[in-house]
Structure formats: C-alpha cells, structure tokens
C-alpha cells in the first residue's frame, strides 16, 4: 500500500473502485437470489452513487471541519435507513408524476433498491477490516449520533488528494483482487445476456 495512504488513513480503509465493486457483487447476488433484472444500465446508476455517497458526504465535510470524523454522519446505521427510505419515496413520486419518460420510469423502478445495496455495502465494506482486526471501537461511527465516531489523521488531508495519491499508484491498489473479480462477472453476465436463454434485463 503506498506510504502516504498508509500514513494518513486508517489502516481498515476501503477505497472507491473497491466500495463500487463490492456493491456490484452485491447487486448480483441480489438479483440472482430474488430472481430480479441482472444489473444492466439504469441501475447501476443509483448503485453506483449509493456505493460512494457516505463517503461523498463525510470525507469532504469531515476536512472543511464541518464534521468531527470522515466516517459519522452518512456512515450511521441511523442516517442510512433515513436516506435509503427518501430515495424510495423520491423515485416513488417522480415515477408517479412522469410516468411517460420512459428512462425516468426505467430508473425510478430499479433505484431504491440499487441505491439501497450500494450504501449499505459500503458500510458493510468499511467495517469488514475492524472486524477482522478486532477492533470493535473503530465501529462506533454505526451508532452515530448515540456514538462518538472514531477520528482518523487522514482527514486533515483533502480526499481528493488522498485518492490521486492512491490512484497514481495502481500498482499497488488493495483492493485489486475484488476490482477484478467484479469486472470478470460484469463481463460474464454481458456475454450470457447476449448469447444465453433470454432473461428479462434493466436495460
């Protein structure tokens, strides 16, 4: 792992190509047990913004000083639940007022729960390394606001540089093995959409 992220992140951290492919394994598997549309196109969009959005919300507040820790406020148990239950609410009434448009209508079906998977896997994906560590304090960020969350070094740093600084080094990427193993599935499931029995899709 490269010095500066190990330096000024905690050592459990999860990052953003590892949060998406972890979500979008997630999203298979929910769709193969539930026998629902594979993820196709439409919702990988809202997967995809549920598989960051903690982080889109805590980090960059967290470095402004705006928020105390980079995982609290969006990383609650709490705040989850309340945000995953006003995107189903949203995409239940854009869907009721256009019901013409048919890629509105397409998106409204498949967000709540592609949005909900996302988010909740990347809590799921950040809490994985304290588990296995031990380090059941590191978790308090859960109980927000009944819980202080943890305070991390990295956050004096801005996210994006962290990111760059991780990136530029892909190399190295910690997360390599789930990124790839994500990708193989993607292109499988593209492959058999194409070539296997017709099976209802997203899109």
């Known amino acids: 792992m490269p010095q500066f992220i190990r330096v000024h992140d905690s050592p459990c951290s999860v990052f953003p ?35 960051q ?11 402004y000083g ?18 995953a239950g006003l995107v189903t609410w949203g995409a239940h009434v ?17 967000t709540p729960a592609a949005f909900s998977i996302g988010y909740l896997s990347h809590l799921v994906g950040d809490s994985l390394g304290p588990l296995r560590a031990g380090a059941y304090d590191s978790l308090t960020y859960l109980g ?9 070094a990295g956050d004096s740093v801005a996210p994006w540089i962290r990111i760059l600084e991780l990136y ?9 093995p789930l990124i790839v193993t994500a990708l193989l599935v993607f292109i499988s499931l593209r492959v058999w959409a194409r070539f ?5 899709a997203d899109g």
């Open 144 to 152: 927000w606001p009944l819980l202080a969350a943890p305070r991390y």
């Open 17 to 51: 190509l590892g949060h998406l492919a972890f979500a979008y394994l997630w999203y298979v598997a929910y769709a193969a047990l539930t026998r629902r549309p594979l993820p196709a196109r439409w919702a990988l969009v809202p997967m995809a913004i549920g598989s």
């Open 168 to 176: 530029r080094q892909s190399g190295t990427h910690p997360e390599r």
């Open 53 to 63: 959005f903690p982080d889109l919300i805590d980090k960059p507040l967290a470095y």
């Open 94 to 110: 854009l869907h009721r007022w256009r019901p013409a448009h048919r890629w509105v209508g397409r998106l409204c079906v498949v």
């Open 196 to 200: 296997g029995p017709p099976r209802p």
């Open 66 to 83: 705006v928020l105390a820790s980079g995982r609290s406020v969006a990383h609650s148990l709490l705040i989850t639940v309340l945000i």
